[in-house]
């Protein structure tokens, strides 16, 4: 088992450029979630799905669009990027909502 | 919302137990009480929750007070693997509500060899 993998690692982008940021799970999770964290804070959640088919705003939704693929992927796009949207990013999954939650290895992106 | 307070760091010596404490006076009585941690450069580690008995694992304790004001998260061997970022969360426990993990800004544990 992978787990909750992300793609890309690293990220450099012009302000205005749009990226989209990939996260798949291989554990047969209900639900995933999008965090940013930014230096030195603790994440905030951005947008979460419940369940295949369902999306949900977190607490920092603006700027940002995602994408419940299918039950393995969760796809987070920001469509006009800003250097306000420098942060890493963390994506994760659980059994079902409320449940523990496991956790990919983070995008760093720096937009410029 | 119901929010936790940490120490924003401790030290600790290799090999010895390590008790990380949080407060959490507003708790609602259906929420859990969650810990993650967070090794440098990772994502957040599930390590442990529980609603108001203590809770035991294979990596850690978890220590309720009665009241459900404060918890405690117990390492009762450190080891410098352990040093991390700990955050204590409260998990709201209304299925209506989603399943929002609010991490604050945690407690920094340093481990001595």
């Known amino acids: 088992n992978a787990g909750v993998t992300q793609t890309p690692k690293f990220q450099v982008l012009k302000t205005g450029q749009s990226m989209t940021l990939q996260c798949a799970q291989d554990m047969n999770h209900n639900s995933m979630y999008w965090y940013r964290q930014d230096p030195g804070m603790g994440l905030r959640l951005i947008y979460y799905?419940?369940?295949?088919?369902?999306?949900d705003k977190g607490e920092v939704p603006n700027g940002y669009n995602v994408s419940r693929l299918n039950k393995r992927e969760f796809s987070l796009r920001l469509e006009s990027a800003a250097p306000s949207q420098t942060s890493v990013y963390f994506c994760?999954?659980?059994?079902?909502?409320?449940?523990?939650?496991?956790f990919g290895p983070g995008t760093r992106l720096t937009v410029t | 919302d119901a929010k936790t307070t940490q120490p924003n760091s401790m030290e600790s010596n290799e090999e010895e137990p390590v008790h990380l404490p949080c407060n959490h006076s507003?708790?609602?009585?259906?929420?859990?009480i969650h810990w993650y941690r967070q090794l440098p450069s990772q994502g957040p580690e599930y390590v442990i929750h529980g609603l108001t008995s203590n809770v035991n694992n294979r990596m850690a304790s978890l220590a309720i007070a009665e009241d459900r004001k404060s918890s405690t998260l117990i390492l009762h061997r450190a080891t410098l693997r352990d040093a991390a970022v700990y955050y204590c969360i409260l998990r709201y426990g209304e299925e209506t509500s989603g399943s929002r993990l609010t991490f604050g800004e945690g407690t920094q544990l340093t481990v001595n060899p």
């Open positions: 507003t708790i609602s009585g259906t929420d859990y």
């Open positions: 994760a999954s659980s059994v079902d909502r409320g449940l523990e939650q496991y």
């Open positions: 799905s419940a369940s295949e088919g369902t999306t």
